[in-house]
């Protein structure tokens, strides 16, 4: 193979490795990731993300292949064999009325997906990549009865922090129908570890026993997701295209833990080695119950030149439970819209004409209401689809995209979010498994 194609195969071996090392490191630092089953992945490529999250509708962007796991019909329209990996960061600062704010940050080896085609109008697709991330860590002080400053013993911190996340491999096939329709499903393995500690401490008080409640739930089990797309042609290039998407209210497995010990904190007032087991017990095996999602999509595309879209997500949460146990939850909405531009993807002399430019915007109503306050979410995206130069019938693509956002509120008690996810994708488009009739 030529020299591109050994560094993603090396890096793609690189990525899978990480990810089966790292599936229960937090890679979110978000109160809000305490509700549901965590902070809930897009499931998108960068390139999708870059234009506000649309994908619904979308198949090739700018006459590249793009592996869209958000609608598996869009499968059918890729005719080279297709690789994507890529790596995500996350620069997070959180404001609370009356507190100074806090700023995190996580990097992390995001996503690995194939696509290869099975004949002319068909593709299978297969990849890991993350589903839900469950990242915080935050302390609540009570000051006891008579207490007049903070140097006084009588005070009491709580303490709340969580990590872990959900992954989904997947494995999925569309395929054309004629020449306007496509259709296509995935059936994905879920699986992860979701923990959650909450400890009561009287820090300086000396010779207090403090005490730990460690809650670690184990969840796997298959879901699946099924779409369509419809296009109309206006010209050979100028496509309308509608589509539908949807992922299964599957139930998964879960097993559950459940440990509350002592301990004492060592003159640093660093945690020791719990003294004693108060509660320890291994729930019997329940189910998790996820909800049916649905999507709506639109876009227009002019091929090499722009594409424009948006979709409407609704998902039922309010369905979400867990060992029977409803968990509260509300039904979301998220709105996408965007689109990009190539000034001139034929071009040999200017560069920066042959870039894809993407811009587009989001608006989601989360499946959380805290404190009688809707969750909400607002963000802009940008994006560049950066090329190089082809190899011998090989296509190579940078896509870079930021989403610069603000999540939650300041009032009634809450934290504001501000944040900035930055997301880098490599994307090969090869023909493999083909054989040559010369040489």
């Known amino acids: ?44 490529m960068p390139q999708n993300i870059g234009m506000g999250g649309i994908g619904v509708a979308t198949n090739k962007i700018s006459l590249f292949n793009s592996i869209n796991v958000i609608n598996p019909a869009a499968y059918g329209a890729i005719n080279l064999t297709t690789i994507d990996i890529g790596i995500y960061s996350n620069f997070l600062t959180l404001n609370q009325t009356g507190a100074a704010s806090q700023k995190n940050s996580n990097f992390r080896l995001s996503h690995v997906a194939f696509a290869i085609p099975t004949s002319k109008h068909s593709a299978l697709s297969f990849g890991l990549l993350p589903y839900s991330e469950r990242g915080y860590n935050y302390t609540k002080s009570v000051k006891g009865f008579g207490t007049t400053s903070p140097a006084d013993t009588n005070v009491t911190n709580y303490t709340y922090s ?13 395929f054309g129908i004629g020449k306007h329709f496509l259709i296509g499903g995935n059936v994905s393995y879920i699986f992860g570890t979701l923990k959650d500690i909450s400890t009561t401490e009287i820090p300086l008080l000396a010779g207090t026993i403090n005490s730990k409640i460690e809650q670690t739930n184990s969840i796997s089990g298959l879901n699946y997701d099924y779409g369509a797309q419809y296009s109309f042609d206006f010209s050979d290039t100028k496509h309308l295209t509608f589509g539908y998407s949807a992922s299964a209210g599957s139930k998964l497995n879960s097993q559950s833990s459940f440990i509350v010990s002592q301990y004492f904190n060592d003159s640093n007032g660093n945690q020791n080695v719990a003294v004693d087991s108060v509660v320890s017990r291994q729930d019997p095996k329940s189910k998790l119950k996820l909800p049916q999602t649905n999507r709506f999509g639109i876009s227009f595309q002019d091929d090499g030149k722009f594409l424009v879209g948006a979709d409407y997500t609704m998902s039922n949460w309010s369905d979400l439970s867990i060992g029977g146990v409803n968990q509260g939850l509300q039904n979301s909405r998220t709105f996408n819209v965007g689109g990009q531009f190539t000034p001139n993807i034929a071009t040999l002399r200017n560069y920066l004409a042959s870039v894809d430019y993407r811009l587009g915007a989001i608006y989601d109503e989360t499946y959380m209401t805290i404190n009688n306050t809707k969750i909400k979410k607002y963000a802009v995206t940008a994006g560049l689809g950066l090329p190089l130069r082809p190899n011998n019938g090989s296509f190579y693509k940078i896509n870079i995209s930021a989403e610069v956002g603000q999540r939650g509120s300041l009032v009634n008690g809450l934290v504001r979010e501000n944040y900035v996810n930055i997301h880098l994708g490599f994307t090969l488009n090869d023909r493999w498994f083909q054989k040559y009739k010369f040489d």
């Not at 993603?8 to 509700?35: D, E, K």
Request: aromatic share 16%; charged share 10%; proline share 4%.
């Open 1 to 44: 193979m030529i020299k591109y194609t050994r560094f993603f195969i090396t890096l793609l071996f690189a990525v899978i490795a990480f990810a089966a090392h790292s599936q229960s490191t937090a890679t979110s630092s978000s109160p809000y990731s305490r509700y549901g089953i965590g902070d809930i992945d897009p499931q998108l």
């Open 162 to 174: 969580g990590d872990g996340g959900l992954s989904k491999a997947y494995i999925g096939y569309g």
